[in-house]
């Protein structure tokens, strides 16, 4: 149980355009999800924090017109990031949690933009 | 504000050596001390939540216990399957549910 995917795996744009990244509960309900950043070497750094049909609470220094966060389902969860550039190349993961205090992560989503 | 470190930052063990990972907090109201295994190139793995001071959890050749200060991630002869980054993390205050991360240990162990 608490299976956590995310879609795609990878993927490689050019600088200016937008990519869109899903992420889904599939074998339970989320009433909340995070998406995190982590470059290599580091840590998980927390960008975001969003519930079922409200909107997503930023971290500060994250800009939440460049990082665009929709959750319209109890499973699913999308993080776009518009008009990115190089220094958006990082490895984005999302997280998401039922009722309880655990969260169960996704496997990530690799960011090259060229 | 909330921080969370950890050491050694990197560890290298031969097959069978025990040893142990130190995670150490300050958190206003701990609600949730959590260890995760994260392997290259993926999404981090749960391993144990706790929740109070002289809590302990075991899993396989894992075992963590917590103090009102730190936590521990013990190795009980590892093996090499067992080579990963081992992350700690709290709750986040004032009510929030979102984690903040230490930085990690890389745990390498040789057969």
């Known amino acids: 149980g608490a299976v956590v995917s995310q879609h795609p795996s990878w993927v490689i744009c050019k600088s200016g355009t937008s990519v869109k990244i899903e992420c889904r509960s599939l074998d339970f309900q989320a009433t909340t999800m995070f998406w995190y950043r982590q470059f290599p070497k580091q840590s998980l750094m927390l960008m975001a924090t969003s519930n079922e049909g409200s909107k997503a609470t930023y971290e500060q220094g994250v800009e939440k017109d460049k990082f665009l966060i929709n959750h319209a389902s109890l499973t699913l969860s999308t993080l776009t990031v518009t008009s990115a550039h190089p220094e958006d190349s990082s490895f984005y993961i999302c997280?998401?949690?039922?009722?309880?205090?655990?969260?169960?992560f996704g496997p990530g989503t690799r960011l090259l933009v060229l | 504000e909330d921080q969370v470190t950890q050491s050694p930052e990197a560890l290298r063990l031969q097959e069978g050596e025990s040893s142990s990972l130190n995670c150490s907090y300050t958190?206003?109201?701990?609600?949730?001390l959590f260890w995760y295994r994260q392997d290259p190139g993926k999404g981090p793995e749960f391993l144990f939540t706790?929740?109070?001071a002289g809590e302990e959890k075991e899993k396989e050749r894992l075992k963590a216990t917590l103090t009102k200060k730190e936590s521990f991630l013990h190795i009980t002869a590892p093996k090499p399957e067992d080579s990963a980054t081992y992350l700690c993390?709290?709750?986040?205050?004032?009510?929030?549910?979102?984690?903040?991360f230490g930085s990690g240990t890389r745990l390498q162990v040789q057969p």
């Open positions: 706790l929740y109070s």
């Open positions: 958190v206003s109201g701990l609600r949730g």
């Open positions: 993390a709290v709750r986040l205050g004032r009510g929030r549910r979102a984690l903040t």
């Open positions: 997280s998401a949690a039922a009722s309880g205090e655990t969260q169960y």
